[in-house]
């Protein structure tokens, strides 16, 4: 039987919570890929009708996390070498476009925040929660899309967002590699406050690249 539970939110309807709470089972690990999502057993768990566990189950597939597949129904979706080499291909080239936009356009209020937000994230190292971990790291980047004045880019980048969070998160698991992110973080600000695009751009396509090679090898134990 699963532990995870209903995340209640007086504030959202019912079917943004079921769906909330499922996406987070998913995400940690909980329902894990390839396990199949029964409406009834869900329903059951949750303490709802099967009509917002259906809702919520197409709205996974609509991020990726969930496959409809002959005879089994709703499927947690696998993390392939394919989907993530096509996920991450994209979001290198839409980041380094970014912090290109970022060096010439971020403010002093803004680099003050993307400072505040690093510091922010090395405390919730501390702490060891990786959802939380996950959302710092989130906040971080999101600084540096909102840097580049292109409203268009962080609409497209947005719409990336819960499929690069999967890919996050699974990267943050690692322990062994919190260092290393720190380490790309400083060098990163430090090179949009010089204005330093090239250096932006080798550092944000390094800190992808290590971690699409660190998910790869930990797919494989």
């Given at each position: 039987?699963?532990?995870?539970?209903?995340?209640?939110?007086?504030?959202?309807?019912?079917?943004?919570?079921?769906?909330?709470?499922?996406?987070?089972?998913?995400?940690?690990?909980?329902?894990?890929?390839?396990?199949?999502?029964?409406?009834?057993?869900?329903?059951?768990k949750?303490?709802?009708?099967?009509?917002?566990?259906?809702?919520?189950?197409?709205?996974?597939?609509?991020?990726?996390?969930?496959?409809m597949?002959p005879?089994?129904?709703?499927?947690?979706?696998?993390?392939?070498?394919?989907?993530?080499?096509?996920?991450?291909?994209?979001?290198?080239?839409?980041?380094?476009?970014?912090?290109?936009?970022?060096?010439?356009?971020?403010?002093?209020?803004?680099?003050?925040?993307?400072h505040?937000?690093?510091?922010?994230?090395?405390?919730?190292?501390?702490?060891?929660?990786?959802?939380?971990?996950?959302?710092?790291?989130?906040?971080?980047?999101?600084?540096?899309?909102?840097?580049?004045?292109?409203?268009?880019?962080?609409q497209?980048?947005?719409?990336?967002?819960?499929?690069?969070?999967?890919?996050?998160?699974?990267?943050?698991?690692?322990?062994?590699?919190?260092?290393?992110?720190?380490?790309?973080?400083?060098?990163?600000?430090?090179?949009?406050?010089?204005?330093?695009?090239?250096?932006?751009?080798?550092?944000?396509?390094a800190?992808?690249?290590?971690?699409?090679?660190?998910?790869?090898?930990?797919?494989?134990?």
């Amino acid at each position: 039987m699963h532990d995870f539970t209903m995340k209640i939110n007086e504030y959202l309807p019912l079917r943004e919570v079921v769906f909330n709470t499922l996406r987070d089972a998913i995400l940690k690990g909980e329902l894990k890929p390839g396990e199949h999502l029964m409406e009834v057993q869900l329903a059951n768990k949750l303490g709802v009708s099967r009509t917002p566990i259906r809702e919520a189950i197409r709205q996974l597939e609509a991020e990726g996390l969930v496959v409809m597949t002959p005879r089994k129904g709703a499927v947690v979706a696998e993390i392939t070498k394919e989907d993530l080499t096509d996920v991450l291909e994209v979001r290198k080239t839409l980041e380094k476009f970014a912090v290109e936009l970022a060096c010439s356009n971020i403010n002093d209020e803004e680099l003050e925040r993307l400072h505040q937000c690093h510091e922010i994230l090395k405390e919730a190292f501390d702490s060891g929660e990786l959802t939380g971990i996950a959302n710092k790291d989130e906040e971080f980047h999101d600084v540096i899309y909102g840097a580049t004045r292109n409203k268009r880019l962080i609409q497209i980048l947005n719409n990336l967002r819960e499929q690069i969070y999967r890919y996050r998160l699974e990267y943050i698991k690692d322990e062994g590699k919190w260092f290393i992110l720190i380490d790309e973080h400083d060098k990163l600000i430090n090179a949009i406050e010089n204005k330093d695009v090239a250096t932006a751009k080798e550092v944000i396509e390094a800190h992808i690249d290590n971690q699409e090679q660190t998910i790869l090898e930990n797919l494989k134990k």
